[in-house]
C-alpha cells in the first residue's frame, strides 16, 4: 500500500492563477480530508468527504473547491489563488471501523502565492 | 461541537528529564483523542490515540498519554527526553462514530530537548 499521496510536493504559484491539488488513496477509505497549515498553527479543515459524490465545507473553505469522484481520489481546486493562500496543504483518509479512526496523512503540498 | 486546547506553545526540557505535553478538550461527541508529532518540514505521524478502551494508552517512541474524562484531559508524557524527540506536537480530538468523523487541532506544542 503506498498510504496517502500528494501531488505536486511543491508549488509557486501568481496571483490569480489556478491550481488544482491531487490526492489519491489506495486504503479503500471512506472519509477524506483537507486541511490547510499556517506557519506555527495546527490543521485547519478546509472540505471533507464520506464517500464518492459526497463532499462537504469544513473551517475554512472560502477559495477552494473539490469533488470526489471515486473513492480513491480527492482533487483540491484554487481558483484564483490569493497570497492568503500560501500554506502547506495535507491530505488525510480514515475509516470509522475496526478500532482505526485514526487518519493517515499524506506528505504535503507546500504552496506559495506571490 | 469539539475544541481542543494545548496548554503550552513552547516545552524546554534537559536530555534524559521527563516531558509533559498538556491537552485539555470538550467535544460534543463520544471522542477519540491522539497525539501526533512532526518534524520540521515533515508530515504528521500518530504518536499514540485513545479510542474508548483503555484510558492510559502507549505509543510509539516511549510516549504516553492518559485520558481523564472528569478533568477533560489528555495530557502526553514520556520518563526520558532524548534529542530526537524535538518537534512539534498536536493534540487532536475526533468524534468516535459521529460528525463525519472530523477531527479538530490544537495549535501545536513545540518541544526542545537541550543536550
Known amino acids: 500500500n503506498a498510504g496517502v499521496t500528494q501531488t505536486p510536493k511543491f508549488r509557486i504559484l501568481k496571483i490569480g492563477q489556478s491550481m488544482t491539488l491531487q490526492c489519491t488513496q489506495d486504503?479503500?477509505?471512506?472519509?477524506m480530508y483537507w486541511y490547510r497549515q499556517d506557519p506555527g498553527m495546527g490543521l485547519k479543515l478546509i472540505y471533507y468527504s464520506v464517500g464518492a459524490g459526497i463532499t462537504d465545507k469544513g473551517e475554512v473553505p472560502n477559495g477552494y473547491n473539490v469533488s470526489r469522484s471515486t473513492t480513491e481520489d480527492f482533487p483540491l481546486r484554487l481558483e484564483l489563488a490569493a497570497p492568503s493562500q500560501t500554506s502547506v496543504y495535507f491530505c488525510a483518509s480514515k475509516i470509522l471501523a475496526g478500532g482505526s479512526y485514526e487518519q493517515y496523512f499524506g506528505p504535503g503540498t507546500r504552496l506559495t502565492v506571490t | 461541537a469539539q475544541s481542543v486546547t494545548q496548554l503550552d506553545s513552547h516545552v524546554s526540557v534537559s536530555e534524559g528529564t521527563p516531558v509533559l505535553l498538556r491537552c485539555n478538550y470538550s467535544s460534543s461527541y463520544s471522542p477519540s483523542l491522539f497525539w501526533y508529532v512532526q518534524h520540521p518540514n515533515k508530515g504528521l505521524q500518530l504518536l499514540l490515540k485513545?479510542?474508548?478502551?483503555?484510558?492510559l494508552v502507549k505509543g510509539i517512541n516511549g510516549f504516553e498519554a492518559e485520558f481523564k474524562k472528569s478533568e477533560t484531559s489528555f495530557h502526553l508524557t514520556k520518563p526520558s527526553a532524548h534529542m530526537s524527540d524535538a518537534a512539534e506536537y498536536f493534540c487532536v480530538v475526533s468524534a468516535l462514530n459521529t460528525n463525519a468523523g472530523k477531527s479538530t487541532f490544537g495549535d501545536g506544542t513545540t518541544l526542545t530537548v537541550k543536550p
Open positions: 485513545y479510542t474508548s478502551a483503555a484510558t
Open positions: 486504503m479503500n477509505h471512506n472519509y
